[in-house]
């Protein structure tokens, strides 16, 4: 029985805290970015219609890359790999077990309700008491059948499986394997595992 999470997901967990701070960083950075470079360039007597164009083109790349960025680490933070006795291979979305909320305060009160999910099913060993029954977590949390392909993405892999819901249904789903999760090594073998046509 394997579980791998994040790395330093525990008590002191304050990934909430993190990423509302990060996104805050963001939009202060988007908005003073380009009035900082209009303001330089009104004191250094610059084109100021040239200037501001630029500022504003790279103020939405930067928005762009880190909003990317934090988008990553929400969703590594949130996707949970299990692998039972058998040798089955699982993965568990925190966002589902946390209610859609609208705008900006209600992102950041989803983020505070993800942690506080993940933060009860690591102090209250659900997912070990699951895998350890029978049919561990099938039927309750999507099943990766197979890998089709694994491929450089950034700091991380995409792997492009064939899983099972627990509707019985089965379908197509990408996972980004980012860097950070504990024991990734053996996660990375997990999947590679999988692969269709590797050698065993």
């Given amino acids: 029985m394997r579980i791998w ?6 008590e002191r967990d304050h990934f909430a805290a993190k990423i509302t701070l990060a996104f805050a960083g963001l939009v202060a950075a988007v908005i003073a970015l380009p009035c900082g470079i209009v ?5 250094l ?5 040239e200037v501001s164009m630029a500022a504003c083109l790279i103020g939405v790349a930067l928005a762009l890359f880190f909003a990317r960025q934090i988008g990553r680490k929400v969703h590594q933070y949130c996707t949970v790999f299990c692998q039972d006795d058998e040798g089955r291979l699982f993965a568990v979305d925190i966002r589902k077990f946390v209610g859609y909320q609208r705008g900006l305060p209600g992102f950041i009160q989803m983020l505070f309700q993800m942690q506080k999910a993940k933060t009860k099913m690591k102090k209250d060993h659900i997912l070990e008491r699951y895998l350890r029954q029978r049919p561990s977590l099938t039927g309750v ?3 990766i059948l197979s890998v089709e392909r694994m491929q450089p993405a950034g700091d991380g892999l ?3 499986c064939l899983v099972e819901y627990p509707n019985k249904k089965q379908g197509k789903r990408s996972y980004l ?3 950070g999760y504990e024991n ?5 073998a997990a999947f590679e595992r999988r692969l269709r046509g590797a050698v065993m």
């Fill in 158 to 160: 995409r792997v492009r």
């Fill in 177 to 179: 394997l980012v860097s």
């Fill in 184 to 188: 990734e090594g053996e996660l990375v």
């Fill in 141 to 143: 949390e999507t099943q």
């Fill in 39 to 43: 303001v330089l360039a009104l004191i």
């Fill in 45 to 49: 007597d610059w084109p100021v219609a």
């Fill in 5 to 10: 999470m994040e790395e330093q997901a525990g």
